[in-house]
Nanobody
Framework: QVQLVESGGGLVQVGESLRLSCAAS????????MGWYRQVSGTQRDLVAA???????DYADAVKGRFTISKDNAKNTVYLQMNSLKPEDTAVYYC??????????????WGQGTQVTVSS
């Protein structure tokens, strides 16, 4: 089992920045993928940004050029730096981690979610 602890959400004004963090802990796992998703009440959860074990990154078109995903392998932590925030970025942000325990099967874990609100 992997535990994910998210932090960094909050209320900001348009154009401001926030940095989200998600720390993974548990026993003897290898992280293959770390991602951030967001969800507005009543809609589906959508990918915001992802980073693979190789450090290859992927971004939703809506956040390209404004958000940056990064990771610290030593700390098993993924970050999402969000700049130039817009009201449409308002959502609950979820961390997602996929790990294996030495075999071929991947296990999927979600964080508890952190609210990001951008006020105009």
């Amino acid at each position: 089992q992997v535990q994910l602890v998210e932090s960094g959400g909050g209320l900001v004004q348009v154009g401001e920045s926030l940095r989200l963090s998600c720390a993974a802990s548990g026993r003897a796992f290898r992280i293959n993928y770390m991602g951030w998703y967001r969800q507005v009440s009543g809609t589906q959860r959508d990918l915001v940004a992802a980073i693979a074990g190789s450090s290859t990154t992927d971004y939703a078109d809506a956040v390209k050029g404004r958000f940056t995903i990064s990771k610290d392998n030593a700390k098993n932590t993924v970050y999402l730096q969000m700049n130039s925030l817009k009201p449409e970025d308002t959502a609950v942000y979820y961390c997602n981690v996929r790990v294996d325990y030495g075999g071929s099967k991947n296990y999927n874990y979600w964080g508890q979610g952190t609210q990001v609100t951008v006020s105009s």
